[in-house]
């Protein structure tokens, strides 16, 4: 596709219940990230792929969060027993070179 | 750890009015730094980019400029529009070229 596609774009889950969001970078695109913004604050980094490898996963807020690109292509993260303050905008980005990045539209999860 | 900070934090102004908004960063080593619009509901889009070995950048009323070693980045908006109404966000790239951290934000109105 011309962007980096995610979906769902929302999604209302139960607390307790697992999630997944899906991020399809734009094709060829080494770098991926993903972010986490909460309302009316700035994006916080979660974690970062070259690849397929996952080379910084600093920013995961908990051991309920995992992320993974195993092709080096499509990323999936996945949120697992979600709280309440789980709820917030998930943002993937990708980059062939650190000069630009772009940004999805982002998944908007809603836990309740 | 690199933190960014966005002054003001929210801005209202009458149409025609040139701006500026700023950001500061506490490490200058960074690769980059970016400048991206945020509108409610939508992902980022970049504005500019200033490369670390850079000054400034310009794109049409848009004027970003960087003093590295002050940490130090602002952006100029000039004779403001209704349309300009959004949220911008600062983000220095890390020399890594695999962190992008970004400010709070500034959060403009531009009345007709």
């Known amino acids: 596709g011309a962007g980096v596609s995610q979906s769902p774009r929302y999604k209302v889950a139960k607390r307790g219940q697992d999630v997944a969001l899906r991020c399809d970078p734009i094709s060829g695109h080494v770098s991926l990230f993903w972010y986490q913004q909460a309302l009316g604050q700035g994006p916080e980094f979660l974690t970062y792929f070259q690849n397929e490898a996952q080379l910084d996963k600093s920013g995961l807020p908990s051991d309920r969060f995992f992320a993974e690109r195993p092709e080096g292509s499509v990323s999936t993260l996945k949120i697992q027993r979600t709280q309440q303050e789980d709820s917030a905008v998930y943002l993937c980005?990708?980059?062939?070179?650190?000069?630009?990045?772009?940004f999805g539209e982002g998944s908007w999860l809603t836990v309740v | 750890k690199q933190e960014v900070t966005q002054i003001p934090a929210a801005l209202s102004v009458p149409e025609g009015e040139n701006l500026v908004l700023n950001c500061s960063f506490t490490d200058s080593a960074i690769y980059n730094l970016q400048w991206f619009r945020q509108d409610p509901g939508k992902g980022l889009t970049s504005l500019l980019l200033i490369q670390s070995s850079q000054r400034e950048q310009t794109s049409g009323r848009l004027n970003a400029s960087l003093d590295k070693s002050s940490g130090r980045s602002t952006l100029y908006i000039a004779a403001s529009q209704p349309g300009d109404s959004a949220t911008y966000l600062c983000?220095?790239?890390?020399?890594?070229?695999?962190?992008?951290?970004f400010g709070g934000g500034t959060r403009l109105m531009v009345k007709p």
């Open positions: 980005a990708s980059t062939p070179d650190s000069y630009t990045i772009y």
């Open positions: 983000a220095p790239f890390n020399n890594a070229g695999n962190m992008l951290t």
